[in-house]
């Protein structure tokens, strides 16, 4: 079974920082400030999860 550990303090900010940006484009679309693709903002978040599972599953390897 894999053995699952925190991510390092870098890869935890990347993906809060890539969480962050997707939720600002988020709702610059709901409010209707800039027409931005809803996509690219569920990509972005996408991406974090992505980045934060990778650190989690990969640090002791």
């Known amino acids: ?3 699952l550990t925190p991510p390092t303090k870098m ?4 993906s ?7 939720l600002v484009l988020y709702f610059v679309n709901v ?4 027409a931005i693709s ?3 903002a569920f ?3 996408a991406a974090a999860w992505g980045v934060l599972m ?6 002791g390897v």
């Open 1 to 3: 079974m894999a053995r």
């Open 16 to 22: 809060v920082i890539l969480g962050v940006i997707a």
């Open 31 to 34: 409010f209707d400030v800039a």
């Open 38 to 40: 809803m996509n690219l």
């Open 43 to 45: 990509w972005i978040a």
């Open 11 to 14: 890869i935890f900010n990347i």
């Open 54 to 59: 990778a650190g989690v599953c990969m640090k």
